[in-house]
Nanobody, 117 residues
Framework: QVQVVESGGGLVQPGGSLTLSCAAS????????MGWYRQAPGKERELVAR???????NYGDSVKDRFTISRDNGKKMMYLQMNSLKPEDTAVYYC???????????WGQGTQVTVSS
């Protein structure tokens, strides 16, 4: 079993910055891919950024050059640094972990990010 818990969401003005954190616990050695997704009202959940199994990173087209994913394996933490935030970045942001051995996706409860003046 794997547990992931997000934190760091909030209200920020357009052009501002925010950093989200994801704390992982449980059988984290079994995790193959971890990343961030988001879901805006009335829209499907979409990829924001993720680490691949090879350790490289993927970003959604709408956040490239503005968001940065990082991790601290020793602290079992993953982060999402979000810069130049836009109103269209408003969404619930979810941490995701995938365990291939059991083909199981683990999701956090989500953290709300609202970009508004």
């Amino acid at each position: 079993q794997v547990q992931v818990v997000e934190s760091g969401g909030g209200l920020v003005q357009p052009g501002g910055s925010l950093t989200l954190s994801c704390a992982a616990s449980g059988s984290i050695f079994s995790i193959n891919v971890m990343g961030w997704y988001r879901q805006a009202p009335g829209k499907e959940r979409e990829l924001v950024a993720r680490f691949t199994s090879g350790g490289s990173t993927n970003y959604g087209d709408s956040v490239k050059d503005r968001f940065t994913i990082s991790r601290d394996n020793g602290k079992k933490m993953m982060y999402l640094q979000m810069n130049s935030l836009k109103p269209e970045d408003t969404a619930v942001y979810y941490c995701n972990a995938w365990v291939p051995a059991t083909s199981t996706q683990y999701w956090g409860q989500g953290t709300q990010v609202t970009v508004s003046s």
